[in-house]
């Protein structure tokens, strides 16, 4: 309850939660937001913004203000999902290697440390490549399996510090089983580490899939922010004077990043007594 306390007074966490939850809320309501279908080509294209296209049209004559609404659920939804999936990996191993030790250990961490060698946004890229079917799913899976290597090791380490503390010794002593140690000893005391690998995973899943989309390597026919980057840039919207095409989704990207790491920071300023003091 204290930690709740100084998290909802925390002005970095009140800040990161104002925007979160206004993102939210578009994703939500986006078809009472949006005024017209984000793929309805119903007006004259490459329109400057006017009376009825308030951020103007696209080249194929959709509005490009429903787009930017409707994309806020796709973007949002991949990376809260690929975020969760990404730290769910980290956590079953890093908590495994952590705990059970030895040849478990060894192997994980060789995996691990593969993947942190490997750089993540060219795999990435590779695999999108040359996969040969396109779509969210797709880009959820390909960016999960590159974005938890560094939570899994930051959770073994604290894991291995855990195990040697005194409680958890006398959690063994008296027959206590390993799935009731890790969850219920070891997993309380790690969650403000798992939250700030949550957010940190979902940043990184926020660029990855705009990045991937921009690129053509996601399904473009998808209303995603991403998607928006790419029809604008391969129809030479600042060219044409259509900043807002580009502006826009652009900055509802650095907007959603900069709530996550507002609300990482707050974690981490509350959990880590020296940065509280």
Same mark, same amino acid.
């Given at each position: 309850?204290?930690?709740?306390?100084?998290?909802?007074?925390?002005?970095?966490?009140?800040?990161?939660?104002?925007?979160?939850?206004?993102?939210?809320?578009?994703?939500?309501?986006? @078809?009472?937001?949006? @005024?017209?279908?984000?793929?309805?080509?119903?007006? *004259?294209?490459?329109?400057?913004?006017?009376?009825?296209?308030?951020?103007?049209?696209?080249?194929?004559?959709?509005?490009?203000?429903?787009?930017?609404?409707?994309?806020?659920?796709?973007?949002?939804?991949?990376?809260?999902?690929?975020?969760?999936?990404?730290?769910?990996?980290?956590?079953?191993?890093?908590?495994?290697?952590?705990?059970?030790?030895?040849?478990?250990?060894?192997?994980?961490?060789?995996?691990?440390?593969?993947?942190?060698?490997?750089?993540?946004?060219?795999?990435?890229?590779?695999?999108?490549?040359?996969?040969?079917?396109?779509?969210?799913?797709?880009?959820?899976?390909?960016?999960?399996?590159?974005?938890?290597?560094?939570?899994?090791?930051?959770?073994?380490?604290?894991?291995?510090? *855990?195990?040697?503390?005194?409680?958890?010794?006398?959690?063994?002593?008296?027959?206590?089983?390993?799935?009731?140690?890790?969850?219920?000893?070891?997993?309380?005391?790690?969650?403000?580490?798992?939250?700030?690998?949550?957010?940190?995973?979902?940043?990184?899943?926020?660029?990855?899939?705009?990045?991937?989309?921009? *690129?053509?390597?996601?399904?473009?026919?998808?209303?995603?922010?991403?998607?928006?980057?790419?029809?604008?840039? !391969? !129809?030479?919207?600042?060219?044409?004077?259509?900043?807002?095409?580009?502006?826009?989704?652009?900055?509802?990207?650095?907007?959603?990043?900069?709530?996550?790491?507002?609300?990482?920071?707050?974690?981490?300023?509350?959990?880590? @007594?020296?940065?509280?003091?």
């Amino acid at each position: 309850m204290k930690i709740l306390k100084l998290f909802f007074k925390n002005k970095k966490s009140i800040g990161g939660i104002i925007i979160l939850t206004f993102f939210v809320v578009i994703a939500i309501f986006a @078809p009472f937001i949006a @005024p017209y279908s984000p793929k309805d080509m119903a007006f *004259l294209p490459l329109q400057l913004p006017n009376s009825n296209n308030i951020l103007g049209t696209t080249a194929m004559g959709e509005d490009i203000f429903s787009q930017v609404v409707w994309g806020t659920r796709q973007s949002l939804i991949v990376s809260l999902l690929t975020g969760s999936i990404a730290t769910l990996i980290s956590v079953i191993i890093g908590f495994s290697a952590g705990y059970f030790g030895g040849i478990v250990d060894e192997i994980l961490m060789t995996i691990t440390n593969v993947f942190l060698v490997i750089p993540g946004f060219p795999l990435i890229i590779i695999l999108s490549a040359f996969l040969p079917i396109k779509g969210m799913w797709i880009i959820i899976f390909v960016i999960s399996i590159t974005g938890w290597a560094w939570g899994a090791r930051t959770l073994r380490s604290q894991v291995l510090s *855990l195990k040697s503390r005194d409680f958890i010794k006398a959690a063994i002593v008296i027959g206590e089983n390993s799935f009731h140690i890790i969850f219920v000893e070891i997993f309380p005391n790690l969650l403000s580490l798992v939250a700030a690998n949550f957010l940190g995973a979902t940043v990184y899943a926020l660029l990855s899939e705009s990045g991937l989309q921009f *690129l053509g390597l996601g399904d473009v026919r998808a209303v995603s922010w991403g998607t928006i980057l790419y029809w604008a840039q !391969n !129809n030479q919207a600042l060219h044409f004077g259509l900043w807002t095409w580009v502006l826009v989704p652009g900055i509802c990207i650095a907007l959603l990043g900069m709530a996550l790491s507002l609300i990482n920071f707050a974690i981490d300023e509350i959990t880590n @007594p020296r940065l509280r003091r």
